[in-house]
């Protein structure tokens, strides 16, 4: 099992940037998750955003984010990032860090077995 921590949200401007971090902590090592961050608007199913393979080598991104949007991890310090840039209103949602023990990502949240509390991002127009 994994607990994870999501933090960096806030309140930002259209056009603006956010990096949201996720700290795990585990009694497994962090690199046998394959990590990924979700969002939920008010009034909307969860969706996936991105997703990082285990040893970092590649990374997956919804169409609504991609240009826009970095996600990346630190194995060493446990720790995954999601850089969100040219932000828009309907990025406006609430962020999940999550993680899934396997060897390949997943663009589905579904997939995904474990999750952070989330962290609020609100993108004012």
């Known amino acids: 099992q994994v607990q994870l921590v999501e933090s960096g949200g806030g309140l930002v401007q259209a056009g603006g940037s956010l990096r949201l971090s996720c700290e795990a902590a585990?009694?497994?090592?962090?690199?046998?998750?394959?990590m990924a961050w979700i969002r939920q608007a008010p009034g909307k199913e969860r969706e996936f955003v991105a997703a990082i393979t285990r040893s970092g080598g590649s990374t997956y991104y919804a169409a609504s984010v991609k240009g826009r949007c970095t996600i990346s991890r630190d194995n060493a310090k446990n720790v995954v990032y999601l850089h969100l840039n040219s932000l828009k209103p309907e990025d406006t949602a609430v962020y999940y860090c999550?993680?899934?023990?396997?060897?390949?990502?997943?663009?589905?949240?579904?997939?995904?077995?474990?999750w952070g509390q989330g962290t609020q991002v609100i993108v004012s127009s």
């Open positions: 585990s009694g497994r090592t962090f690199s046998s998750y394959v």
């Open positions: 999550a993680a899934r023990i396997s060897y390949s990502a997943s663009e589905s949240h579904r997939d995904y077995d474990y």
